[in-house]
């Protein structure tokens, strides 16, 4: 399952065709490939098909590549009319940036690696997969968070961990497999 964060990015049906076509060439395995998400492309989210993609990646936090989507009402609006899986990358940018300028200024600008931790907390982590659970809720879309950062994002999943597919009884994942 590639992630739309490429050169270019994945963010329209027909570059996601290209890379289906290249794969379908090339690949010797599986595959599938998500949708990317922008502030600005929910035409393009609507008209996919949950037969042909595995899901729409929104990275809620910068990450690699320039795919970001922090505005409220384009998540507001993604949620609600996206007909395919919502992945999400789940960090809060205003307090990364709040703590990269004051972890910057203690270390006289020169961050160090166990610096990435303090710049991306938890509380970074939990604002966003807060922001994302309580859309997902609110529009009944399904939600899978990657790689929860805190056990206290966990409970924002009112979860129980299930091994059985049958006990599934709603569409909220997390990247532990905890299923409410």
């Known amino acids: 399952m590639d992630m739309p964060n490429v050169s270019p990015a994945s963010t329209t049906l027909d570059l996601l065709e290209e890379r289906f076509q290249l794969a379908k060439e090339k690949s010797w395995t599986n595959y599938s490939f998500y949708l990317g998400a922008t502030p600005d492309n929910i035409d393009e989210i609507k008209k ?28 507001d609006l993604i949620f609600k009319e996206s007909p395919i899986l919502i992945v999400t990358h789940c960090e809060d940018n205003k307090t990364i940036e709040s703590n990269l300028e004051k972890i910057s200024a203690q270390r006289n600008g020169k961050l160090s690696p166990p610096d990435h931790a303090l710049i991306r907390d938890e509380l970074a982590c939990y604002i966003s997969s807060e922001k994302a659970t309580s859309l997902a809720k609110k529009y009944s879309a399904d939600l899978h968070v990657l790689h929860l950062t805190t056990e206290r994002e966990i409970e924002l999943f009112e979860a129980k961990p299930t091994k059985d597919k049958k006990d599934y009884n709603g569409g909220l994942y997390s990247s532990s497999h905890f299923y409410f």
Not at 56 to 75: P, R
């Open 48 to 75: 996919a098909n949950p037969k042909d993609i595995c899901g729409l990646k929104i990275f809620m936090g910068s990450s690699t590549g320039d795919l970001l989507v922090n505005d409220d009402n384009a998540l």
